[in-house]
């Protein structure tokens, strides 16, 4: 895989552009929108300036992967397959929360929980160490922001933006995709620590939106150096993070550029990801089916 292959930062289609999120640009159909996932990265809310070759495809092959293992579970919106890195979907209403699931205590949730605080309104039992898996996942939903920082939700908070009904749905679906996916992923070396759902609606009903199992949605940790109570490898843009810390950057922007190495590596980890977890080579041709 050659590594030095153009990067795309952003598409200019001949199309109504909708928004550029941080990753991706999204254009409007009328009842229908294509997203491309672009090689953008984004680190502690900011838009870095080097873009990763081969990031976006990544991104959107493994989602594509998990959409279909998941479809018996819950719709979703894809509804074709334009290119590698760009999907024809079904327009939803976005619910403005992020479904997150926990099965492993690190990141905020373990900052959380150090300071003696409930992570989302969720009271874990006491002794548990950094990186330890829950005795059972658990759910930490937050907004979604368009900019700044997520604020953490409790599931009372979520029911009172979405109603009962809803929430349970989510919550059940969540949890099924998070524990099938997980089953999965272990078997093929692969610890999903943690990682985020977002769901939209259409006349009514429930679809899972966005994108699914990522990279950039996710916590991926190489099980075979997995080792309870410290920091963890990774197959996911956590390597960046740490880099960004390593350099006592003030995550304000501007965001710094990137050296080359962690660029190359950071590629090479997201097509791991995808070739691990799919058991397809990056090469391969995909398809909507």
């Known amino acids: 895989m050659n590594l030095k292959a153009d990067v795309i930062l952003e598409t200019h289609l001949p199309l109504p552009l909708l928004k550029r999120g941080k990753v991706r640009d999204i254009y409007d159909l009328g009842d229908r929108l294509i997203i491309v996932s672009t090689d953008r990265i984004s680190a502690f809310d900011c838009v870095l300036p080097d873009g990763i070759p081969?990031?976006?495809e990544a991104l959107n092959r493994l989602s594509l992967h998990w959409f279909s293992r998941m479809k018996e579970v819950i719709p979703n919106h894809i509804l074709d397959v334009v290119d590698p890195r760009t999907v024809l979907v079904k327009k939803a209403e976005p619910i403005k929360v992020e479904f997150v699931v926990r099965g492993?205590?690190?990141g905020s949730g373990w900052e959380k929980y150090k300071a003696g605080?409930?992570?989302c309104g969720v009271k874990l039992p006491s002794g548990l160490r950094k990186a330890e898996k829950l005795p059972e996942p658990i759910l930490t939903p937050t907004t979604k922001a368009e900019v700044g920082h997520d604020i953490e939700l409790t599931s009372k908070d979520?029911?009172?933006?979405?109603?009962k009904q809803s929430f349970e749905e989510i919550e059940?679906?969540?949890?099924?995709?998070?524990?099938?996916a997980s089953r999965e992923a272990e078997s093929k070396g692969i610890i999903v620590a943690d990682t985020k759902f977002e769901f939209g609606t259409d006349d009514g009903d429930v679809l899972l939106i966005d994108e699914v199992?990522?990279?950039?949605s996710s916590r991926f940790w190489p099980k075979d150096l997995y080792e309870v109570g410290r920091n963890q490898p990774s197959f996911d843009k956590q390597y960046v993070r740490d880099y960004l810390i390593s350099i006592n950057w003030d995550k304000q922007p501007p965001a710094p550029s990137l050296p080359d190495h962690v660029i190359n590596e950071t590629s090479r980890k997201y097509i791991e990801a995808y070739e691990r977890l799919t058991g397809r080579?990056?090469?391969?041709?995909i398809s909507a089916k």
């Open 54 to 56: 081969c990031k976006g």
């Open 104 to 106: 492993y205590l690190y």
């Open 117 to 119: 605080k409930e992570v």
């Open 158 to 163: 979520v029911i009172k933006m979405i109603g």
């Open 172 to 180: 059940d679906a969540s949890f099924r995709f998070y524990e099938s």
């Open 213 to 216: 199992l990522t990279p950039d």
């Open 281 to 285: 080579n990056f090469g391969e041709q």
